[in-house]
C-alpha cells in the first residue's frame, strides 16, 4: 500500500496515537504522583485503572445512557477508593522495603483482578452507546468526536493538575516531598495526610483515566497488566520531574501502540510495548530515578 | 612512578553537574605508611574514597594501585587487587551472622572452606569480635559493627586498607582502643592505611603522613605536626563556609 | 541424624500415589502441586538469596512447555532431550534479559516489572508463531508406556519424575546455601555494594543464580507438557509467576524448608478450593492467595520461615535456613 493511500492511513494512525497518548497519560500521572511523592511501589495500578474501566461501564450501563458522564461517578469514587487503600494498606507500607511493597501490591492486583473476574465474567465489556459516537474529517482524515473529546479532558485535568503543583500549598507540598521527604517533614508537613491525599488523587485521576480510555477498548480482568505495564513503561521514560515529561512519554507510547496496531498487526502491539519498555530500561538505566 | 608506591592518584578530577567535587587531585602513599586525609565536610574526601575503590568514575585522571592502572574498574576487582574498605555508614550484612559476614570476605582469597574459615576466625579474633560470632548483625549496636566491618575487610588479607571514618561517634576511650588496633593492623598483616578522618585524636596519633582536602583540592600535606601549624589549613577549618 | 529425615522425605514422596489411591485425578493434582513447588524451591536462587524479586517464572515455565513439547510432536524427539533443550533456551533467554538488566543494576521494580514483561511478551510472540505454537492447542502424540520418548498414559509416570525433580531442585538448593556461591548471594541480597567491595561480582553470582532456576523452571514446563499431552501459548503465564513468588515469600525469603512445605500447604488449599467453590465464584482460591499475600506481607514480612525453622529445631535433624 503505497502512495496516497498509505499516507492517510499513516496519518491516521499518528492522529489516534497522538490521542490516545494523551489518555495513557493521566493514567500514568497517577502512578508518578504515588511513586513522586510517597516513594510508593504500587504494582496493582494497572488494575485500579481496569476497575475504573469496569465502574465507567457499570455507570454508564446503569444510570447514565452514555459514558460520557461517568466521571461525576468515577472520580469521587475512586478518590474514595484511594482514601481507603491507603488507610487499609499502603499507610503500612511506607516506611516498608521496596520488596514488600512490590509483593504486597501484588496481592492487591490478584485481589482485584480476581474480583473482577468474579464479577464480571471474562469477556470484555464496553459501553453499549454513546452520543458523541460520531466523527467529523479534516480533509480525508476521519477525527472521532468521543477520542477527541477524551484527549480534551485529559489536557485539561493535566493543566490543571500542573497548576495545582505549583501553585497550591499542598501541590507545592507534594512536589517538595517527590525530592527530600525527610526534608518535607521536618519543615512541619504532616506527611501521614500528605500521603493520604496524594493516594486519593492518584485514584481520582485513575478514576478518570478509566471513563477515557473506555472510549478506544473494552475491558477484561486482564487488562490490569497491559496498563500497569504501560504506565510503568511510561514513567521509567519520562521520569518523575513534571507533569509535561508524562505527557510526552504518554504520547510516544500512544503511537508505538497505534503504529504497531495499524501497521503490523494488533496482536503484536504488546509484544512492541513491553519491547519498548525494556529497551528503555536499558537504555536509560540513569534516568530512573531509583531514590533507593 | 615509584614501585614503593601502594596508591598514585594522577590529576583525579571529578565533577557532579556543576558542583566540582575533586580538582587536579595527586596523591601518593608509600607502601606500609599510614596516611590520613582530613577536610571539613564536603571537601571532597568520601567521593575520592569512591574514585579509588571504583564505585565513581572520574572524569580525568588516573589511579594507580601498586603499578597497575586501575582507574574504571569495578569494585570487586579493586577489591581483587588488594583493596578493602569500610564505610562511613556502616553497610552490615543485617541478616547474616558475624561469622557469615567474616566468611563473605575470606572467600575472596581462600578457595578451601576451612581455610576461609579459618582466616574469618583470625580476623575475628584481631578485632576482638571473636566473641559474637553467633549472633546477627542486626542485634549489634554501632561500634561492635564497625568492628565488624573491619574484620570482614581484614579477612579479604588486603595490602592496602582504606577506613572511611572509623571513629566517628566511638567515645575517646573507644577511639584509643581503635587507635592500638589499627597500629597493630598495621604491624602484624603489613598493611599500608588511608584513612579520611575527622576526629584529630586518631588521625594525628596514628598517622605518619596528613593531607588536607578543601574544596576538592590538596591545599596542604606533610606529618601531623607540620599539618596542624600550617595557617591554610587552620583557615580551612575555621573561616569561611565549608566545601558546600 | 540429618539422613534419617530425608529418608523419611523420600519414603513419603514415594507413597503418595498410593495414598491417593492410583486415582488419576489426584495423581494428576499432585504432580502439579509437586511441580508448581519445584519452581518455588528453585526460586529461591534468584529471589531469596539473590535479593531480585523475579517474576519471570511463568516465562521460563511456558518456554519449558513449549520447546519440549515442539520437539516431541514436530521432529520425535525424547521428552528427556526435550527437557534438556528447553533448559538451555530458558538459561539462555535469562542470560538475554539477565546480563544487561543485572550491568546496568535494575533494581527492585524495574527488575521485578521487566521480567513480568518478559512472560506476556514470550506469550505473544508464541500466538503469532504458527510455526511453532500459534494460537491453536498442539497436541503431543499419544503413547501407553513410552520411557525413552517420556509420555504415558498414566499419570503415576510423571508424578515420580516430578518427585525425583523437585528431591533434586532441593538438594541443589540446599548444597549451593552452604556453599560459597550461597554465602555471596546473600551477601548481594544484604548489601550489594558492601559485597561488592568484598570482592563479589554481584553481576555474576546473580545471573548464574538466574540461569540455574530459569532452568529448572523449565523442566517443570516440559514435564507439564508431556503430562497434558498438549501445548499452547497460555502456558506463559502471569499467575505462575505471581504465584511463585508469593509462595516463596509466605514461605520465607531465604528459608530452606518454609517455601515447600508451605507451598504444597497452600496449593492443595488452593485446589481444594478451586473444586468446591471455584464453579460458584470463579477466581475464588486466587482471591484468597492475594488476602494471603498481602496479609504475611503486612504482619509477618519474613513470611513464615522463621516460624517453621523454629519448629524443625525440635526435630533431631535440623535443617536450619
Not at chain 2, 588488594?82 to 557469615?100: C, D, H, L, N, S
Not at chain 2, 575470606?106 to 574459615?117: C, M, P, S, V
Not at chain 3, 524451591?41 to 517474576?55: P, R, S, T
Amino acid at each position: 500500500m503505497l502512495g496516497a493511500d498509505f499516507g492517510v492511513q499513516l496519518l491516521q494512525t499518528i492522529l489516534f496515537g497522538v490521542m490516545l497518548g494523551g489518555v495513557y497519560a493521566l493514567a500514568a500521572m497517577g502512578l508518578a504522583l504515588l511513586f513522586g511523592v510517597a516513594n510508593l511501589v504500587n504494582f496493582a495500578h494497572g488494575e485500579y485503572i481496569m476497575l475504573a474501566m469496569y465502574m465507567a461501564f457499570v455507570f454508564s450501563v446503569t444510570i447514565f445512557q452514555d459514558p460520557v458522564l461517568t466521571p461525576l461517578f468515577n472520580i469521587p469514587l475512586f478518590f474514595a477508593i484511594g482514601v481507603i487503600t491507603y488507610l487499609g494498606i499502603f499507610k503500612r507500607l511506607i516506611k516498608a522495603p521496596p520488596l514488600s511493597q512490590i509483593a504486597a501490591t501484588v496481592g492487591v492486583l490478584v485481589l482485584l483482578r480476581n474480583l473482577a473476574l468474579a464479577i464480571w465474567a471474562a469477556e470484555p465489556k464496553a459501553p453499549p452507546y454513546t452520543v458523541f459516537a460520531t466523527s467529523f474529517s479534516i480533509g480525508p482524515i476521519i477525527v472521532p468526536l468521543d477520542k477527541l473529546l477524551a484527549m480534551a479532558v485529559s489536557f485539561v485535568t493535566l493543566f490543571l493538575l500542573n497548576l495545582f503543583l505549583e501553585r497550591t500549598r499542598l501541590g507545592v507540598a507534594m512536589r517538595a516531598s517527590a525530592d527530600d521527604v525527610e526534608a518535607v517533614s521536618l519543615m512541619g508537613v504532616d506527611t501521614n495526610r500528605l500521603f493520604l491525599l496524594t493516594t486519593g488523587i492518584s485514584l481520582a485521576l485513575v478514576g478518570l483515566s478509566g471513563s477515557l480510555i473506555m472510549t478506544y477498548q473494552a475491558v477484561t480482568p486482564t487488562s490490569g497488566l497491559l496498563f500497569g505495564l504501560l504506565t510503568w513503561a511510561i514513567v521509567a521514560l519520562a521520569g518523575l520531574g513534571t507533569v509535561k515529561g508524562i505527557l510526552i512519554a504518554s504520547i510516544i507510547f500512544g503511537l508505538a501502540d497505534s503504529l504497531a496496531s495499524g501497521l503490523w498487526d494488533p496482536r503484536g502491539r504488546e509484544i512492541v510495548l513491553y519491547g519498548l519498555f525494556i529497551l528503555i530500561l536499558w537504555v536509560r538505566p540513569k534516568g530512573l530515578f531509583g531514590r533507593r | 612512578m615509584n614501585s614503593l608506591d601502594a596508591l598514585v592518584l594522577e590529576g583525579i578530577s571529578k565533577n557532579f553537574g556543576a558542583l566540582a567535587a575533586l580538582t587536579n587531585v595527586n596523591m601518593r602513599v608509600q607502601v606500609g605508611e599510614v596516611v590520613g586525609l582530613i577536610g571539613p565536610n564536603g571537601a571532597g574526601k568520601t567521593t575520592l574514597f569512591n574514585i579509588v575503590t571504583g564505585f565513581i568514575k572520574p572524569d580525568r585522571g588516573r589511579v594507580k594501585l601498586f603499578g597497575e592502572d586501575v582507574t574504571g574498574l569495578q569494585p570487586h576487582q579493586i577489591a581483587a587487587r588488594g583493596v578493602a574498605r569500610t564505610f562511613q555508614i556502616v553497610k552490615p550484612f543485617f541478616g547474616m551472622t558475624v561469622y557469615e559476614t567474616v566468611l563473605v570476605g575470606a572467600y575472596l582469597r581462600e578457595k578451601d572452606e576451612d581455610n576461609a574459615r579459618q582466616r574469618a576466625e583470625v580476623a575475628m579474633k584481631l578485632t576482638g569480635v571473636y566473641h559474637l560470632r553467633n549472633r546477627y548483625a542486626r542485634e549489634l549496636n554501632t561500634p561492635q559493627l564497625k568492628l565488624v566491618e573491619l574484620a570482614r575487610s581484614l579477612a579479604t588479607q588486603p595490602k592496602l586498607l582504606m577506613l572511611d571514618e572509623i571513629v566517628a561517634g566511638l567515645t575517646p576511650a573507644e577511639v584509643d582502643a581503635m587507635t592500638a588496633l589499627v597500629k597493630r593492623i598495621r604491624d602484624e598483616m603489613g598493611v599500608t592505611v588511608l584513612l579520611v578522618e575527622h576526629v584529630m585524636r586518631f588521625v594525628m596519633n596514628i598517622s605518619d603522613r596528613v593531607v588536607v582536602l578543601n574544596y576538592g583540592e590538596v591545599i596542604a600535606e606533610g606529618s601531623p605536626s607540620e599539618v596542624s601549624s600550617n595557617l591554610k589549613v587552620i583557615e580551612a577549618y575555621l573561616g569561611g563556609k565549608s566545601g558546600s | 541424624m540429618k539422613t534419617y529425615s530425608a529418608l523419611g522425605a523420600a519414603i513419603a514422596l514415594a507413597a503418595v500415589p498410593f495414598l491417593v489411591g492410583l486415582n488419576e485425578y489426584y495423581l494428576f493434582l499432585v504432580t502439579l502441586i509437586l511441580l508448581y513447588t519445584t519452581i518455588v524451591v528453585a526460586w529461591q536462587l534468584i529471589g531469596g538469596y539473590g535479593g531480585q524479586l523475579d517474576l519471570g517464572a511463568g516465562a521460563y515455565h511456558g518456554l519449558g512447555a513449549v520447546v519440549t513439547g515442539f520437539l516431541m510432536v514436530n521432529y520425535g524427539v525424547s521428552g528427556w532431550v526435550g527437557l534438556l533443550v528447553s533448559g538451555a533456551a530458558a538459561a539462555g533467554v535469562a542470560f538475554l534479559i539477565g546480563y544487561p538488566s543485572f550491568r546496568l543494576g535494575l533494581k527492585e521494580v524495574w527488575y521485578a516489572l521487566s521480567s513480568l514483561a518478559l512472560v506476556l511478551i514470550l506469550q505473544k510472540i508464541f500466538l503469532l508463531w504458527t510455526d511453532v505454537a500459534g494460537p491453536l492447542e498442539r497436541y503431543i502424540p499419544y503413547a501407553e508406556f513410552d520411557p525413552v520418548f517420556m509420555r504415558a498414559g498414566t499419570k503415576i509416570f510423571y508424578y515420580y519424575i516430578t518427585a525425583a525433580l523437585l528431591a533434586s531442585t532441593f538438594l541443589i538448593v540446599s548444597r549451593i546455601r552452604r556453599s560459597k556461591t550461597g554465602l555471596y548471594l546473600i551477601s548481594i541480597r544484604e548489601n550489594e555494594e558492601a559485597a561488592e567491595m568484598l570482592g563479589v561480582d554481584v553481576r555474576r553470582y546473580k545471573l548464574q543464580a538466574l540461569m540455574i532456576y530459569s532452568f529448572i523452571a523449565a523442566v517443570t514446563g516440559g514435564i507439564y507438557a508431556s503430562m497434558v499431552g498438549f501445548y499452547h501459548p497460555t502456558l506463559f503465564d502471569s499467575w505462575i509467576s505471581i504465584q511463585t513468588a508469593t509462595l516463596a515469600i509466605v514461605g520465607g525469603l531465604g528459608h530452606l524448608l518454609g517455601p515447600p512445605i508451605v507451598s504444597i500447604i497452600l496449593l492443595t488449599v488452593q485446589e481444594y478450593l478451586r473444586i468446591t467453590l471455584g464453579a460458584v465464584i470463579i477466581g475464588l482460591h486466587q482471591v484468597i492467595f492475594g488476602i494471603i499475600l498481602v496479609v504475611i506481607i503486612m504482619f509477618k514480612p519474613d513470611g513464615l520461615g522463621p516460624l517453621i525453622d523454629s519448629l524443625a529445631r525440635r526435630f533431631p535433624a535440623s535443617v536450619r535456613r
